[in-house]
Each structure stands twice: as C-alpha cells, then as structure tokens.
C-alpha cells in the first residue's frame, strides 16, 4: 500500500469566510473521487485543524501501489478537481508518498 499526504495553506488574500467555503469544496471534490480511479482504496480531507496548525487543509489518502498513485495524478477526475477546486486557491503544498 502507497500512502499519499498533502498539506496546503490557502492563499491570504481570502476572507475567513471564503476559508471555509474554499476547505469545503476541497473536502467534498477530492472525497468525491472515491470509487472513480482505480486503486484509490481510501480518501480523506481534514479541513478544521487546531489553531496550533500553520496548514489549512489536509488529504490522506491510500493507493493499492504506486502505479495507482501514479493513475490518481493524471486522472481526468482528478485533474479537474486540482484544477477548480485546490490549485487556484492555495499558496503553498507539501506531499509526502510512502509505501506502507
């Protein structure tokens, strides 16, 4: 099993408000990948981290091995996802891939 974790903070020209609103879309477009690209075994997006945290938005999620991962990447539902609901508003992505 392929891990894949990212950590995004959102761009500061957004009112609280519009955070939320944007965290929302985020949440609901990746997990709503589940049971589209194959070998994508878990998804999950975590959107109101303590006020300890300096990311806003984070993505677990689980492939069956990393040429899933790889799918997952270029995958058309995934692509417009990243590209209307994540890429546009945040500033800064860290990832981490491991194999478990």
Same mark, same amino acid.
């Given at each position: 099993?392929?891990? @894949?974790?990212?950590l995004?903070?959102?761009?500061?020209?957004f009112? $609280? %408000?519009?955070?939320?609103?944007?965290?929302?879309?985020?949440?609901?477009?990746l997990e709503?990948?589940?049971?589209?690209?194959?070998?994508?075994? @878990?998804?999950e997006?975590?959107?109101?981290g303590?006020?300890?945290?300096?990311?806003?938005?984070?993505?677990?999620?689980?492939?069956t091995d $990393?040429?899933?991962?790889?799918?997952y990447?270029? @995958?058309?539902? @995934?692509?417009?996802? %990243?590209?209307?609901?994540?890429r546009?508003?945040? %500033?800064?992505?860290?990832?981490?891939?491991?194999?478990?």
């Amino acid at each position: 099993m392929v891990k @894949h974790v990212i950590l995004w903070k959102l761009k500061e020209e957004f009112t $609280a %408000a519009e955070k939320e609103n944007i965290k929302a879309g985020i949440k609901a477009g990746l997990e709503g990948l589940k049971g589209i690209i194959p070998g994508l075994e @878990h998804i999950e997006v975590k959107i109101s981290g303590l006020p300890s945290s300096n990311a806003d938005v984070m993505l677990d999620s689980s492939f069956t091995d $990393a040429a899933a991962l790889k799918n997952y990447a270029v @995958h058309p539902a @995934h692509v417009e996802v %990243a590209d209307t609901k994540v890429r546009p508003f945040t %500033a800064q992505r860290l990832c981490l891939d491991f194999e478990e």
